[in-house]
């Protein structure tokens, strides 16, 4: 019996090929020759639950439905590794930007939240460094899958997920569940309130999002992009920014091919090239926006 026959569901190279087509296409993600049996795992659960037998079958349907098993599909496939405090570097220098700032409120855009840790401890942050859980701070997050938008907004993540931060950290921002909720916490009302959680997917050609952003968090995501898709995002990216505006890459992200839009600061944080700051300074001022 072939390896094909032993499959439950028939997956063919040709539908392998049309998935990546069609992921790159919609979302600038691209996938390698080794993601072929994790997209058949993935996508696998789809047809179980609509009932199909084939991935011909499935792909038919996601390219004719454009709603719910089209945004099913997208969620199948987008990867969504995070953490709170990942690569914890950042967040002193993003304290000591804001901290430098006499512009109020300040804007910050975590641009791939996942399931949410990313924007929380951008929150945790801003709380930490004007001492009040009301700081003069808009956080937006964005991602293109809706599960984990669902599962960002809510707050709610297994207790292991904080094990490893400080007892103080998680006294002053976590509650701990009990009963049915045994086993979880919960992020901290005051703390959600900081952060407003939108649908975004960085291929679109109109981002629902205004400018005047102090910083933009776009870590381990440029990774999953060509070169060509990492510079169309990082061009759109700079008239979001402010003059003096960071960029927080992740830490196996280089920028160097778009060094005419962003120049290194230090340790996978980015500001703007010469260039572009200049022109940006004699625009007039990017504080008036429209929120999403």
Partial sequence: MSKQEQKEFLYTKEDFERIRTILY?????????????????????????????????????????????????????????????????????????VLSLSK?????WCSASSTGEEPYTIAMT????FGTFNP???????????????KAEAGI????RVEKLPRETLKRFFL?????????VQVRKELRELVS?????????????????????????????????????LKRFAPKLEANGLLF???SESLHHAADIFKLRGKTVYELASSVRHSKAALPSSHLHNSI
């Fill in 104 to 108: 109020r409120p300040i804007r910050l």
């Fill in 157 to 160: 993540y297994p207790i292991e």
């Fill in 126 to 129: 801003m709380v930490e460094a």
């Fill in 176 to 184: 701990k569940g009990s009963g049915n909720n045994n086993g979880y």
């Fill in 136 to 150: 003069p701070v808009e956080i937006i997050a964005t991602d293109i899958d809706t599960n984990v938008l669902s």
């Fill in 197 to 233: 959680f939108r649908r975004l997917n960085l291929l679109d050609e109109h981002w629902p999002i205004g400018g005047g952003f102090d910083a933009i968090f776009c870590r381990n995501v440029m990774i999953y992009f060509d070169k060509p898709t990492q510079y169309k995002i």
């Fill in 249 to 251: 890459a992740g830490h």
């Fill in 25 to 97: 296409q919609h979302s600038g993600i691209k996938l390698n020759d080794s993601k072929k049996e994790m997209v058949y795992t993935r996508l696998g659960r789809r047809l179980r639950a609509t009932g199909l037998k084939t991935f011909k079958e499935y792909l038919i349907r996601v390219e004719r439905d454009q709603g719910e098993e089209w945004e099913a599909f997208i969620n199948s496939l987008t990867t969504n590794l995070t953490a709170f405090y990942r690569e914890p570097h950042h967040f002193p220098i993003l304290k000591e930007h």
